[in-house]
């Protein structure tokens, strides 16, 4: 039996990413989110809460994990950071693989996967896509949301790899600086595309 194509999805923060997976769904792509994964084991009676809290004491509430404890806790100490993706990648990955065999019978699945080249995820991949913007686009953006500083947005950026790098290393890329409508059209390209090469 064919087994699908799978498409990396990937792009720094504030690039787009979260709407280009949409407009992949809307093109008859299943999409496999880790982020939103990795919320749903840490929400209220997720299946990740109590290992949380049993390395990372008093991270947890009523509500599942506290993500902004969490995240001051593991902020800026590497060690701490491993601790907790040895915690969640396993699952994450249990759920990706659950995923894929929901979905065999489909000719292409997307994973979006934020840091798909920074943990060597590019290797589980038929093919790369990047997400892509203007820095001062995404500088706005990012700057736009919520509890977010300009000092976490460094760190953040720190932390993953330079879009520069990604757009070099993609099979594809997805331009989200320009008008909505033409990103939506260069969606729909790249799956024909790609449909037109499994036929």
Do not use: C, W
């Amino acid at each position: 039996m064919k087994k699908p194509m799978i498409l990396g999805l990937t792009g720094s923060i504030g690039m787009g990413k979260s709407a280009v997976a949409a407009m992949f769904v809307d093109e008859g792509v299943p999409v496999f989110d880790a982020d939103a994964t990795v919320h749903d084991l840490q929400k209220a009676g997720g299946a990740l809460v109590p290992a949380i809290e049993a390395a990372f004491p008093g991270t947890t509430g009523p509500d599942g994990v506290d993500r902004q404890k969490l995240g001051a806790a593991v902020f800026g100490d590497r060690d701490r950071l491993a601790l907790l993706e040895s915690i969640i990648h396993p699952a994450v990955a249990e759920r990706r693989k659950a995923f894929l065999e929901s979905y065999q019978d489909a000719d292409m699945i997307l994973f979006d996967i934020p840091l798909l080249f920074e943990k060597g995820g590019q290797a589980g991949v038929d093919t790369v896509v990047v997400v892509s913007a203007p820095a001062p686009v995404q500088r706005q953006r990012v700057l736009a949301r919520a509890n977010m500083t300009s000092d976490k947005f460094e760190h953040i950026l720190a932390l993953q790899m330079d879009d520069a790098d990604k757009r070099t290393r993609a099979d594809h890329v997805i331009d989200t600086g320009k008008d909505i409508n033409e990103t939506r059209a260069d969606v729909h390209s790249l799956v024909k595309m790609l449909r037109v090469g499994l036929a």
